[in-house]
């Protein structure tokens, strides 16, 4: 059951830090709640060539690497939110979402937007469950 209101911000050099006053993840004794990701590098800092393919891979790699930072996966994603600069390219960032999720896929809502940060084609966030309840990452009260 969840109690406590404590968080714990999510640090890690696997996924690219935060380029604004905001943190990569927080968790929570219930969830684990990622900002959005989009298709950086985390050692370059840059937008992966390649497309809208690419990109999606690259994001969710990212999104892996933020949940594995506290023991959490892929598989415990219960809710992603995905942005996308066209909705032309649906169909092909379906497709490698897919790869990653073949069975029992999260939630997904997919909304078109104007612009992205950095001219990224998509951005991804995600809301997990928390498979660990602790973690050694900076407390928050």
Do not use: W
């Not at 690219?16 to 590098?41: E, H, K, M, W």
């Not at 994001?59 to 959490?72: C, G, M, T, W, Y």
């Not at 069975?103 to 612009?115: E, F, W």
């Amino acid at each position: 059951m969840c109690k406590s209101d404590r968080k714990k911000v999510i640090i890690t050099d696997k996924a690219p830090r935060a380029i604004g006053p905001y943190s990569v993840g927080i968790q929570t004794d219930c969830f684990v709640f990622t900002s959005g990701q989009i298709g950086l590098n985390p050692i370059t800092g840059e937008i992966v060539s390649g497309g809208i393919e690419a990109e999606t891979r690259q994001v969710i790699i990212n999104l892996k690497n933020v949940l594995e930072a506290v023991d959490s996966s892929l598989d415990s994603i219960v809710k992603t939110t995905v942005f996308l600069k066209d909705m032309n390219d649906f169909t092909r960032m379906n497709t490698v979402y897919g790869e990653f999720f073949p069975k029992n896929p999260p939630a997904r809502t997919t909304v078109a937007v104007k612009d992205l940060p950095k001219g990224a084609l998509i951005e991804i966030d995600a809301v997990a469950m928390n498979t660990t309840g602790h973690s050694d990452q900076v407390d928050v009260a």
